[in-house]
């Protein structure tokens, strides 16, 4: 990989400040619009359009929904909230309405998140059609003690159209493909939905300026009915071609590392994160496919069985700002992209070096006279010759590198310079 701007993690926090504002969905026009503004940073992307109404497997592309305008009002005509200064305020998928409601009426539908009670839930229904606000716990408790009547108004459609996802393929030299997926259908969440995008988009360009052996696919998808749509069209190629995937999620903040494993925990992508997290930050969080809640769900269900993981800062649903208001800009730092970016690059690097090594020689090589160890042995000395000797021994031709990292308790990643250094010398 290119060595990283110093600037990288800024830049990628950009991005995310821009998509930040828009209001997305499962379908609709915040989707586009988004798809939009990153293919201006990843011109290669494509964007299709599924029609609702398509079969996917055991689901059906749903209406599609955009909203215009969403407020309660007053009788004084005064807007107590307002869908423009939030786009949480309403429910996600709601039905047009406009009616004049007493509280204890209206407050039937609007949903607080009562353990957070500064805080604006984000709630969605997206399968059974109802109308509804959201907001804070604290405000829903003063307006109880106000009573009065309300004008509640939701400008939004509910219509034939369709479900917009993006994708990007980056040609190696073999058709065998490393997969990135990530989601853009949440509204403005900085960690859980805008962060992915941010990330891929950058991730993809450094792929972009590099020698690839692999192939390199990023989708830019809804949550769970977009990746069930995408499979729906392309798992059997996948299935052919993947050798590793990642699903991208929570990115952005500056807390610790995650992963969430695939149904067995036994894929390269598996044996991967595991060997470089630990490496990179020995008290990352470890998931199995249990603690799933995304589109791991969908990439490694049965039949499907494809080796993604979901790699994660802040693990979803593990952080008190998930799937409220909380979840702003602050939340996410240009330090915790460079973080994550970097994470992300040590495995590509390595899954592009994972190869069968086999040592040229015969019993154990001279490494002095190849000056890869001094020729004055001394006590102390010994630990990075021990690495260097340990790799050699399971150089065998059966181990690839990330196995023989597994065998000799090292980092798969630092193994790298090791390989170059035994190549350059004929030994491996």
Not at 379 to 398: E, P, S, T
Request: hydrophobic share 30%; net charge negative.
């Amino acid at each position: 990989m290119p060595e990283l701007d110093k600037e990288c993690g800024r830049r990628i926090y950009e991005i995310a400040e821009r998509i930040f504002p828009i209001n997305r969905s499962i379908t609709g026009n915040g989707v586009r619009k988004t798809l939009r503004i990153l293919k201006e940073y990843l011109p290669e992307l494509t964007i299709h359009e599924v029609p609702s109404g398509t079969e996917v497997f055991d689901w059906t592309v749903p209406q599609e929904w955009n909203c215009e305008e969403a407020y309660i009002e007053n009788e004084a005509g005064e807007r107590i909230i307002d869908f423009k200064e939030c786009n949480l305020h309403v429910l996600g998928y709601s039905l047009p309405m406009d009616e004049w409601m007493d509280w204890e009426e209206l407050k039937k539908i609007v949903y607080t998140q009562p353990d957070q009670e500064e805080v604006i839930p984000y709630v969605t229904s997206y399968y059974e059609g109802r109308s509804g606000f959201c907001m804070s716990e604290k405000q829903k408790r003063q307006l109880d003690e106000k009573g009065g009547r309300y004008h509640a108004v939701i400008k939004s459609s509910l219509t034939a159209g369709s479900l917009t996802y993006g994708e990007c393929v980056i040609p190696g030299e073999s058709e065998q493909e490393i997969f990135v997926s990530t989601y853009v259908c949440h509204p403005s969440m900085a960690n859980n939905e805008c962060s992915g995008p941010a990330l891929s988009v950058y991730l993809a360009n450094l792929v972009k300026t590099m020698h690839r052996r692999y192939t390199y696919r990023f989708v830019f998808i809804p949550e769970t009915i977009g990746s069930i749509t995408y499979l729906s069209k392309n798992y059997r190629y996948l299935q052919d071609h993947m050798l590793a995937g990642f699903l991208l999620s929570c990115v952005g903040d500056d807390r610790t590392y995650s992963m969430v494993e695939t149904r067995y925990g036994d894929t390269i992508t598996d044996r991967l994160l595991r060997n470089v997290l630990h490496y990179v930050s020995p008290g990352y969080c470890h998931y199995t496919f249990l603690d799933r809640g995304s589109d791991e769900r969908q990439y490694n269900a049965p039949g499907i069985d494809l080796p993604v993981c979901t790699f994660c800062r802040s693990k979803y649903g593990e952080y008190p700002e998930y799937h409220t208001s909380a979840d702003d800009l602050n939340l996410v730092s240009p330090a915790g992209f460079r973080g994550s970016l970097e994470v992300m690059c040590r495995c590509i690097e390595v899954l592009e070096h994972n190869d069968k090594y086999q040592i040229s020689v015969f019993c154990e090589p001279m490494l002095s006279k190849r000056k890869l160890q001094s020729s004055i042995s001394q006590k102390g000395n010994y630990a990075q010759v021990m690495r260097l000797r340990n790799f050699i021994a399971y150089a065998d031709g059966k181990n690839d590198l990330l196995r023989i990292a597994e065998r000799i308790g090292e980092s798969v990643y630092d193994l790298l310079p090791i390989v170059e250094e035994l190549k350059a010398c004929e030994l491996i």
